[in-house]
């Protein structure tokens, strides 16, 4: 089955303790991107990469790291989270940039 | 820069009435445009898109319109169900801004029986 994973689903934490939320998706797609959700906010995009070993920055990437090894994999990296990162996170994959997006489930991020 | 202003929610109508959400936006080019649902506790899916001028999207009963002149793209329906309820995102994507996504603050709607 076509699927983005997110995992965890939830994850409650502490300033300052870095997390990494994986992210993984099974049809070959190029572009993949991580977004927030957050109330009267919308989704903001946080970074996105076109391919392997490229990536680049959305509207809201202060405070997190990306990184692309491979093709299916997206991790996102709080290393210091800090209470205004608590969010729902998205992550989503596309075969271009301007096409049809699949997402994940979400990450429901509580940041203590 | 690029960006979606989508109505404000949240929207709340009867079972079989009419819906329009309205969508405009500003973009460098020109933009795909799409509509998304999220349903409760899921990830966003794709209802509909338009790459072009003129071009209507249209699925579940669902249609959009691409309008250019008034850099619109309003969600219609003619007849909500129940089973619409959900939060509703306008979104564009432009190859002259790195083909990043841009998102609306999304619309809530509620159908009651």
């Known amino acids: 089955e076509a699927q983005v994973t997110q995992n965890p689903r939830y994850l409650i934490t502490v300033t300052g303790k870095k997390l990494t939320v994986t992210c993984s998706q099974n049809?070959?797609?190029?572009?993949m991107s991580w977004y927030r959700q957050d109330p009267g906010l919308g989704l903001r995009q946080i970074y996105y990469?076109?391919?392997?070993?490229?990536?680049d920055k959305g509207d809201v990437p202060e405070g997190y790291k990306v990184s692309r090894k491979e093709k299916r994999n997206f991790p996102l990296i709080l290393e210091s989270p800090s209470p205004n990162q608590t969010s729902l996170y998205f992550c989503?994959?596309?075969?271009?940039?301007?096409?049809?997006?699949?997402f994940g489930s979400g990450t429901q991020l509580s940041v203590l | 820069g690029d960006s979606v202003t989508q109505m404000e929610g949240p929207v709340t109508l009867s079972e079989e009435a009419f819906l329009t959400i309205n969508c405009t936006y500003t973009?460098?080019?020109?933009?795909?445009l799409f509509w998304y649902v999220q349903y409760p506790g899921e990830g966003l899916q794709l209802l509909l898109k338009?790459?072009?001028?003129?071009d209507k999207g249209s699925n579940k009963g669902f249609e959009a319109t691409y309008r250019k002149e008034t850099t619109s793209f309003h969600l219609e329906k003619g007849s909500v169900q129940v089973s619409d309820s959900a939060v509703y995102f306008c979104?564009?994507?432009?190859?002259?801004?790195?083909?990043?996504?841009?998102f609306g603050t999304g619309t809530s709607l509620t159908v009651i029986p």
């Open positions: 989503a994959s596309g075969v271009r940039g301007r096409e049809k997006l699949f």
């Open positions: 049809m070959n797609h190029e572009y």
């Open positions: 990469s076109m391919n392997v070993e490229v990536t």
């Open positions: 973009a460098t080019g020109y933009p795909s």
């Open positions: 338009a790459t072009k001028a003129d």
């Open positions: 979104a564009l994507s432009a190859q002259a801004t790195g083909n990043q996504f841009y």
